[in-house]
């Protein structure tokens, strides 16, 4: 099993970054995906999930209106499309999978190894 996050690197403040996650091993059309994120000295927390069988997705209040997570079940891949960000996105961003219908805010299957994400001032 691989999630292979990309996507990260330096932007300022109110730029833009498109986070992807590449997967193979699993069947990917089986289970919710999303993004979390870890910040220096904090612990890592939800960003953004959507679910396989409604699309349904979940966003943290911080990223609501500015984040956008999306799925294409036939490249087994999720992404992130980040707009006007701010320092406080800056954090190491990681990708996850829980298969069937359990809620990626509670369980998890699979992680990827992160991806970094700097916003300077």
């Known amino acids: 099993v691989q999630l292979q996050a990309s996507g990260g690197g330096l932007v300022q403040t109110g730029g833009s970054l498109r986070l992807a996650c590449a997967t193979s091993?699993?069947?990917?059309?089986?289970?919710?995906v999303g993004w979390f994120r870890q910040a220096p000295g904090k612990e890592r927390a939800a960003v953004a999930t959507i679910r396989w069988h409604s699309g349904g997705t979940y966003y943290a209040d911080s990223v609501k209106s500015r984040f956008t997570i999306s799925r294409d079940d036939a490249k087994n891949t999720v992404w992130l499309q980040m707009n006007s960000l701010k320092p406080e996105d800056t954090a190491v961003y990681y990708c996850?999978?829980?298969?069937?219908?359990?809620?990626?805010?509670?369980?998890?299957?699979?992680w990827g190894h992160g991806t970094l994400v700097t916003v300077s001032s």
């Open positions: 091993g699993f069947r990917f059309s089986d289970y919710n």
């Open positions: 996850a999978a829980v298969r069937g219908l359990r809620d990626l805010l509670s369980q998890t299957d699979y």
